[in-house]
């Protein structure tokens, strides 16, 4: 399994999975604005709603070099913390494993380095 975490550039990044945390109640904003307008549309149709472990894939994303982008939960934003980063990122790393997709790259939010 190959991983990285992306600070920044995520739009120029390969990997087979792109993913993106995303709080309970708050779309993420990715600067790819058809990423963007998927979420708000998950979100919206109550279809993904960013509890904890909560899972979206969008195959193909347009405006990305990666194959896909996954939306994953991580809950509550005041939760949010590095016990549930870990959590979020084996959980990832299991589910993507059980479908054969071995190069992921995490995008990580600035506000989870302070």
């Known amino acids: 399994m190959n991983t990285s975490i992306l600070l920044q550039g995520w739009e120029k990044s390969a990997a087979a999975a792109l993913v993106f945390p995303a709080k309970e109640g708050q779309k993420p904003e990715t600067g790819v604005a058809a990423v963007d307008a998927w979420a708000a549309d998950l979100y919206a149709s109550g279809e993904f709603s960013g509890k904890a472990?909560?899972?979206?894939?969008?195959?193909?994303?347009?405006?990305?070099?990666?194959?896909r982008v996954v939306l994953?939960?991580?809950?509550?934003?005041?939760?949010a913390d590095a016990t549930v980063a870990r959590k979020t990122a084996g959980a990832i790393v299991r589910s993507l494993k059980a479908k054969s997709i071995l190069d992921l790259a995490f995008a990580c939010p600035k506000e989870w380095l302070s």
Request: charged letters at 20%.
């Open 53 to 67: 472990l909560e899972l979206a894939m969008l195959h193909a994303p347009a405006g990305l070099n990666a194959r």
């Open 72 to 79: 994953v939960g991580i809950g509550k934003a005041e939760k």
